[in-house]
């Protein structure tokens, strides 16, 4: 189906109601009969055209997003290295159209896999605007990102330097890196912790002195062009305080190679991780905000160390893609369950709906939360304490924990989560053989299949027992 095919019915006015605000993206709009819209497309004329559950993205709210991202951040790092680079964190979710959007918008795309690479080429992101990020990159990946002329490949160990350079010799070029450090410093939400040693797998130390080991290895090969030091802290990060200590560090190993060396890295990264509202009540910093907090504290940081700014870069994915979207699901069974709990309701509705841990992994991988709405009519005024679950074989199997829902919901109802734009899709599965849901963007009340939704056949295409027609099975097409 093409943009034009799915330009014509079901549109209503825009500013058809009010917007529903945070954390909503900006377009989302009940109208006076008590449905939503998205960017004026009724999500009951998405759901009947395109079916649930499916993610349905607000592109105007993207684009602004991925815009504002960028104007602040240059407005902010002006006198800084002459503005600074935004570089979309493609992970959190990426598409080939997604990617040529943000492009569109100013951005360059970060990508951590030869997959994500190559949708971000294949959008027509040239290579300079693309960066490499991974633990642990194959070779084919690096050749690849080599052949691709990417604008930086961020090294994460001491045999990748090699590894990399190599590639860069075969190819003739001299290849564009950066050294990711780990800085000490964990942050999420609103704390951070300090430390000096780190027990993870990403990035090379800064005390134990691997990341000075790597800047020297990295100078000492003419295939590599080092262009500066790589940190990223933690994830949706509400507060600047992490980033102050994180770019501090950065920033006087960057002296100090230059004191010993005399060879001044001309950029930093300081990665992505900016924070965004899932419930609407958090009390999540402007993007301007941040982008002059940010550059405080390079300011501060470079003044104190006596060194020229670098030209600062940033990766947030979650900021950009995460409000824009929505996840549209059908209601199934609703059953009311006794808790016998001593804390909290003593019944409790489970609302079952046609997705669940396979669309949405985060509230069970690290029990995020999120919450939802009625959105195909506005329901009563009476609401229950209530559990949004999915249809998979497990009792993790949890979408919203507790969220009020109008006591009235019932099977056939449309059910919407918010916010579920960033590694939602980017983190679905297949589990119990369920087809994965698409992206359905809608833009001044068109919509367009940004991925379409697997089918039955997608699955078994994979499977070398299946042979087509052999046997009959209702409900599969040949
Ligand atoms: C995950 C990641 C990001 C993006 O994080 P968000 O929380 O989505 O902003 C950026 N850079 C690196 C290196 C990452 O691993």
């Not at 991974?134 to 690096?142: H, P």
């Not at 939602?424 to 359905?440: D, E, I």
Request: glycine letters at 12%.
């Amino acid at each position: 189906m093409t943009a034009a095919d799915d330009a014509s019915a079901g549109r209503t006015e825009i500013g058809d109601g009010a917007p529903l605000g945070p954390p909503w993206s900006a377009g989302v709009t009940r109208g006076a009969d008590g449905a939503v819209r998205v960017a004026g497309l009724d999500v009951r004329e998405i759901a009947a055209r395109y079916g649930t559950p499916a993610f349905v993205l607000d592109e105007a709210d993207l684009r602004a997003r991925a815009r504002a991202f960028r104007e602040a951040f240059d407005d902010a790092f002006a006198d800084l290295g002459g503005g600074a680079d935004v570089y979309y964190a493609g992970k959190a979710f990426l598409s080939v159209l997604v990617a040529r959007w943000v492009h569109e918008e100013g951005l360059r795309v970060d990508t951590a896999s030869g997959g994500e690479l190559a949708t971000a080429l294949l959008a027509g992101v040239p290579g300079a605007a693309i960066g490499l990020h991974g633990n642990n990159k194959s070779d084919a990946e690096i050749d690849r990102a080599v052949a691709a002329g990417v604008g930086r490949i961020v090294l994460d160990s001491l045999p990748e330097i090699d590894r990399v350079a190599d590639a860069a010799a075969r190819h003739g070029v001299r290849a564009p890196v950066m050294v990711r450090v780990t800085v000490g410093v964990h942050a999420h939400t609103h704390e951070f912790i300090s430390t000096a040693h780190e027990d993870q797998k990403f990035g090379l130390s800064l005390v134990g002195g691997q990341a000075a080991e790597a800047v020297e290895r990295v100078l000492a090969r003419p295939e590599l062009e080092l262009l500066g030091l790589h940190s990223h802290i933690g994830s949706q990060i509400l507060d600047v305080a992490g980033f102050e200590v994180a770019a501090r560090r950065l920033l006087e190993l960057r002296a100090a190679v230059a004191a010993g060396s005399g060879y001044l890295m001309p950029e930093l990264d300081l990665g992505g991780g900016y924070g965004i509202a899932y419930l609407g009540d958090e009390d999540v910093p402007s993007v301007r905000a941040v982008a002059e907090g940010l550059a405080d504290v390079v300011r501060r940081a470079c003044a104190d160390l006596g060194s020229p700014p670098p030209r600062v870069s940033i990766e947030p994915g979650r900021a950009i893609v995460g409000p824009a979207m929505l996840t549209l699901y059908g209601v199934g069974t609703v059953k009311e369950v006794q808790t016998g709990a001593d804390h909290g309701p003593a019944v409790r509705a489970y609302v079952s709906v046609d997705g669940g841990m396979s669309d949405n992994i985060r509230t069970a991988l690290y029990g995020a939360e999120y919450t939802a709405a009625l959105v195909s009519r506005a329901g009563g005024e009476v609401t229950r304490p209530s559990r949004v679950v999915g249809k998979h074989c497990e009792s993790g199997d949890i979408v919203v924990r507790d969220v009020d829902l109008p006591a009235d919901l019932r099977a056939g109802d449309l059910l919407a989560v918010p916010a579920t734009g960033a590694y939602g899709r980017s983190m679905a599965s297949n589990y119990n053989l369920v087809p994965r849901p698409p992206v359905v963007a809608v833009r001044d009340g068109a919509a367009v299949v940004v991925v379409r939704r697997e089918a039955e056949q997608d699955l078994l295409a994979l499977d070398t027992g299946y042979a087509p027609g052999a046997v009959a099975v209702p409900g599969l097409g040949s």
